[in-house]
């Protein structure tokens, strides 16, 4: 063959340093047939080959092959993918893109020296706070404090003026909901009629103190349905945001904690109404794949089991005795649910067996909202581009409540509903729509 | 406009294979935007390649000789969607697919539908003159383009064909689509909106030998029939699919029809059965019909994702592109085989059988030289026997530098000498997309590209 590419007769040493990186196994399905470029978020709104899941995985390629180096510019665009993972839906080969750019970005959280204050920043809150209940508690009342005494009021119009990037940013702080779902940690509850099922609930980190009523209806759900609900006290955080910002041995310890505190052969499933935790719990045989000590072993027995809410109550007859609820609804699909879990028919399903509720189909509704855990504060200007295409496609629909099944999609959605032409449309997470629907039929 | 080597470097490659990295990539939002592009090209004397999506198949968008790509990306505006007249007015960089569920709500669609339509673009489908699966009943691209506006390589303005079917002179429309960006850019497209039918059946016919599966096709069309598409896949081809797509192909066929009929529901009814009886009569073991849009639509997803999930099977894969008679389609997959059989290649079949477009799937694993030569004199054979055969070295993935010096299997001397000497009224110095459509002279009656890319 002859080869007619600048300077690629030279094999140079691979710009990778030790760890993870990026596989052949799995760059190599990757046929550049494009067929991914419109279903990614960031190439519709940039239009940049770098910024496509082609482009992506071919930078990917190219650092391997010593053309490019693990810096700026590689560090940059692998920064602005959302790991929405819609281009895996698009992909025809079966391209893993998420297990890519993961891996790329353990290769970037080991070996590439970011600026100082994001570091800080970066360290405080993946290793200081979220593996910690206690100070995410502490945290957690302070903004509470803060979202209650007024004091937000004041200091959002100054910080918008001084930093309007900070203002936009500070708008998406999520609502503390007391009391938070931590307090619920160890408890067991009964189900309503007789047991057939016995489910442990993933309660989530930031979720149990900001989406306390969405894992309270969770869990009331879930008894409707004649399961028994164990909470295990010893779980914590998932680990999803720090497998999306590439810290790879932190993601391993969460995730160790939870395979202690979920022992195999317990429960019939492990439930979650964060798509973006699930997605993570049911990956976890990843993390341990290159040790593949007995975690590998746990986490095959613990992946097998974990279910989104919907997902499990699609799989079971669920209890239809709904109360009438007359709303336009739509429903905005989360990306680690459709995309990373190909559940779509499910949470649809179910809505569509509550009387009265007219779900109308939001177009786009598999494009991503801009949330990506914790991208809309790390990436705020194109997060905020997305949400506003997003807000459009709910205007079109005329809905009056904005479903979804994932806590950091809602934060967002709600930040877009309140600046936008409907400020009163209300935003809910699908069970609490079910768990609404079966509290007025008994009464 | 992109500077930086590390962005450049992106712009190597398209859907075929990698090249040369380009010395800019501009990206103009307007049409006086792609005129500056390129006068400043021309000041410059740096050659301008285009590029839509780059999803094609034979390296139109990849550079030769440095220069400036141009990518229409963001230029994506559909710009006016006349329904009374059944027209649309189009930037380049639109995606197929956007415009056709742009206007699918009042019930109209764009017909052009190549595999990778939900990424291309309708520049890109212009410049390479696309089909798609519905080629049989609707023609291609340029069957759906009625006028275009275009930058000249000096800047200047032209504005071809318009909204109404024919206009006075030269088809200058019909000569630009196809001509792979070699002729100017296309910075404009008024495209014919088609009414969606009122009835669309799918079967799925289903063949113990492929034999009977060809047959079965030249039967269809000789009975009078013209069905909406009608796709031909193998065994090998099937199998790659079901694993990706789940659309419920048979795994222990030997080769299966997909089969649209369209238009009045009743009409449509009658066509069916004729189909269906076609099918049985050459042996089909087993007719499905497709009960509701879902399965339609999975059915199609199998076939549109084939390309893709032949990555499943196989590291790399060659698609190629050739069109025989129809009639001759037993006697051209024999060939095939026999070519396979004698390289030691495994070698797929994916077919728009109705209307004798081939795209024979070479195997091959990029890492291992001898295989990859032996890739590329397999399909120089194919495509050599398709010319033989009264047919064509490519029916939709458009020539590029992937078949330029195959030209001459199919063109006599003076048609190529006619040919030039009307592309050199347009790109008098190898100014638009070098090195592409026409023979190079350096080499001739080989493929000279190198396949594999990716890894």
Known sequence: ??????????????????????????????????????????????????????????????????????????????????????????????????????????????????????????????????????????????????????????????????????????????????????????????????????????????????????????????????????????????????????????????????????????????????????????????????????????????????????????????????????????????????HAQRIRSAPRRLLRSVPGLELVELKDAEVCCGSAGIYNVSENDMAERLLESKMRRVDETGAELLLSANPGCLLQLRAGVAQSSNPRRRVSHVVELLDEAYRRARG | MLWRPEDRLLYEYDGLSSRRVPDAVAFPRSTEDVTEIVKLARREKVPVIARGAGTGLSGGAVVTEGGIVVSFARMKKILEIDIPNQRARVQPGVVNLDLSLAVSDVGFYFVPDPSSQKACTIGGNVAENSGGPHTLAYGVTTNHVLGLEVVLDDGRVIRTGGKVWDRPGYDLTGFIVGSEGTLGLVTEITVRLTPKPEAVKTLLAIYERVLDATRTVAAITAGGITPAALEMMDGITLRAIEAATHAGYPLDSAAVLLIEVEGLREAVEEEVEAVEGICRRHAAREVRRARSEEERELLWRGRKNAFGALGRISPNFYVQDGVIPRTRLPAMLEYIAAVGEKHGLLIGNIFHAGDGNLHPLLMFDARDSKQTAKVLVAASEIMARCADLGGSITGEHGVGIEKNELMPLIFSPDDLAMMRRLKEVFNPAGFFNPGKVLPTGKMCGELRIQVGGGA
């Open chain 1, 1 to 338: 063959m002859q080869m007619e590419g600048e300077g690629r007769a030279v094999p140079a040493a691979s710009g990778y340093g030790p760890g993870e990186k990026p596989e052949w196994d799995y760059y190599s399905k990757c046929i550049h047939c494009g067929l991914c470029l419109n279903a990614c978020p960031t190439y519709r709104e940039l239009g940049v080959e770098m910024d496509s899941p082609r482009g992506r995985i071919y930078q990917m390629i190219q650092v391997e092959q010593g053309r490019l180096a693990l810096g700026e510019s590689f560090v940059r665009h692998m920064d602005l993918c959302l790991d929405c993972r819609a281009c895996e839906t698009a992909c025809p080969s079966g391209v893993e893109y998420g297990r890519l750019i993961e891996a790329a970005r353990g290769q970037i959280a080991t070996h590439f020296r970011r600026p100082m204050l994001g570091r800080a920043l970066r360290s405080l809150f993946f290793r200081q706070i979220l593996p910690h209940r206690k100070r995410l508690i502490f945290a957690g009342q302070l903004l509470r404090v803060y979202q209650r005494s007024g004091i937000e009021r004041l200091a959002w119009p100054i910080a918008r003026i001084i930093l309007p990037r900070l203002g936009n940013v500070a708008r998406l702080a999520p609502r503390m909901e007391k009391p938070f779902f931590t307090e619920r940690l160890g408890v067991t509850m009964e189900p309503v009629g007789p047991r057939k099922y016995r489910v442990a609930l993933f309660a989530g980190c930031i979720a149990s103190l900001a989406f306390a009523r969405a894992n309270e209806a969770t869990a009331r759900v879930l008894a409707m349905n004649g399961c028994e609900v164990v909470i295990p006290a010893s779980q914590g955080c998932c680990g999803a945001l720090h497998v999306h910002a590439g810290l790879r041995d932190e993601a391993r310890q969460l995730a160790r904690r939870n395979l202690e505190a979920f022992p195999p052969g317990d429960f019939d499933a492990v439930i979650t109404n964060a798509a973006g935790c699930g997605s993570v719990l049911k990956e976890y045989p990843q993390l341990f794949e290159r040790e593949g000590t007995e975690y590998l072993e746990r986490a095959l027995l613990f992946t097998a089991r974990v279910r989104d809410v919907t997902e499990f109550l699609a799989g079971i007859e669920w209890n239809r005795d709904f109360a009438s609820i007359t709303v336009r609804a739509t429903y905005q699909d989360p990306c680690h649910l459709g």
